[in-house]
C-alpha cells in the first residue's frame, strides 16, 4: 500500500515523521512530494497510490484521472473545497477531512493579526485594544469556538451566527447567538470569518453587509478569499476610510488593495493559519491514522463524499 503526501505548502518536519511512523507501523510506504511547482508533478506522482494526504492541494478531475490505484484522499485540514468530490465518488474514491486538528492554530492567528493592526502594525503611534470590543464569530464550528474560548481572555464581548449550530450551544460557551448574518454585523465591532466556501457562501460577504458594521469596523478573514466580494471590498473600503481588513488569503487583488488602502490592509503572503507545528502533527498524522483505518477496520469517520 502506497501513501502519498503531496502538499506544495509542506507540514513542518516532525509531522511528516509522524505520519511516516504512523505509516510504516501499518506495513505501508510512504510517498512524499512537497513544494511542487506543476501539476504534472502531482499528476505522476499520484499515478500509482492507493491513498493521499494533502492541505490546500487541488484533486481535481485530471488528479483522480491519473491516480488509477485511489481509493482515499484525507484533505489534512478543515476546508475541503479544494478536492472535487463529484470525481473522486464517481471515482468510488473515499474523501475525509481531519475537523478541529488545526483548528487552535488558525484561531490564535486570528488574535496575532488582529494586535498587529489594532497598534497600527507596530508603527510606533497610539492603537486600541481587544478590550471590550463587540466581537463576531461569523460560525461557530471548531476555528469559531476556539476564537471565543480565546477571546473570553481577552475580554471581548462575544456574539456569534451560525445557521447549523444550535443557540444552547453557543449559549453554553457564554456567547450570544444572534438570529441572522445581518444582526451579528450590526452589532460588532469586529467580525471573524469562519464560513467555508461552497456555493452559497461565495462572494457572499459583500458591501451591502459590511456596510453594517459600526465605525472603526475589522473584518478578519482566517476561512476563504472565495467568500468576499473582492470588488465590492474595494467599493465598501473606499466609501469607509474607518474599515479594516485583515486576511489569512492572499486576496485576487491584493496589489490593487495595497495601494489603496495603506494601514488598513493586511495579507499575509501564503495562508498561515495552520502552519504550526502543532497543527501539522495533529492534522498529518490524523490523516494517516484514519487512511490506516479505512484500510485495516473500514472506519469511514469524517467522509465528506
Ligand atoms: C483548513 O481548511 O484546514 C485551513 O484553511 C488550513 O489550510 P492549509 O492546510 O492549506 O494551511
Same mark, same amino acid.
Given at each position: 500500500m502506497k501513501i502519498l503526501v503531496a502538499t506544495d505548502k509542506p507540514f513542518a518536519k516532525v509531522a511528516v515523521e509522524g505520519i511516516r511512523k504512523e505509516v510504516e507501523a501499518a506495513g505501508y510506504e510512504l510517498v512524499l512530494l512537497e513544494k511542487y511547482t506543476q501539476k504534472q508533478q502531482l499528476l505522476d506522482a499520484v499515478a500509482n497510490v492507493d491513498a493521499i494526504i494533502v492541505r490546500s492541494d487541488i484533486i481535481d478531475k485530471e488528479v483522480i484521472a491519473a491516480a488509477g490505484n485511489l481509493k482515499i484522499v484525507v484533505r489534512a485540514g478543515a476546508g475541503y473545497d479544494n478536492i472535487d468530490l463529484e470525481a473522486a465518488t464517481e471515482a468510488k474514491v473515499c474523501v475525509m477531512n481531519t475537523p478541529g486538528q488545526n483548528a487552535n492554530a488558525v484561531a490564535e492567528l486570528v488574535f496575532g493579526m488582529l494586535i498587529y493592526a489594532l497598534r @497600527?502594525?507596530? @508603527?510606533?503611534t497610539s492603537g486600541t485594544e481587544l478590550k471590550g470590543k463587540k466581537l463576531g464569530i461569523h460560525a461557530y464550528g471548531n476555528v469559531g469556538r476556539n476564537v471565543a474560548r480565546i477571546a473570553r481572555g481577552f475580554g471581548m464581548q462575544l456574539y456569534a451566527f451560525d445557521m447549523y449550530c444550535s443557540d444552547e450551544l453557543i449559549h453554553n460557551d457564554g456567547v450570544i447567538p444572534m438570529s441572522s448574518k445581518k444582526a451579528l454585523y450590526e452589532k460588532c465591532d469586529i467580525v471573524s470569518l469562519h464560513i467555508p466556501a461552497t456555493p452559497e457562501t461565495k462572494k457572499s460577504i459583500n458591501k451591502e453587509l459590511l456596510s453594517l458594521m459600526p465605525e472603526g469596523a475589522v473584518l478578519v478573514n482566517t476561512a476563504r478569499k472565495e467568500v468576499i466580494n473582492e470588488e465590492e471590498m474595494v467599493e465598501l473600503m473606499e466609501a469607509r476610510p474607518d474599515f479594516k481588513y485583515l486576511t489569512d488569503i492572499l486576496p485576487g487583488n491584493h496589489e490593487e488593495m495595497t495601494r489603496k488602502f495603506q494601514g488598513r490592509y493586511f495579507s499575509t503572503p501564503k495562508k498561515m493559519g495552520a502552519q504550526t507545528a502543532e497543527a501539522n502533527i495533529n492534522a498529518g498524522i490524523a490523516a494517516a491514522r484514519q487512511i490506516v483505518d479505512f484500510f485495516q477496520k473500514g472506519t469511514q469517520r469524517f467522509r465528506v463524499n
Open positions: @497600527n502594525f507596530y @508603527n510606533g
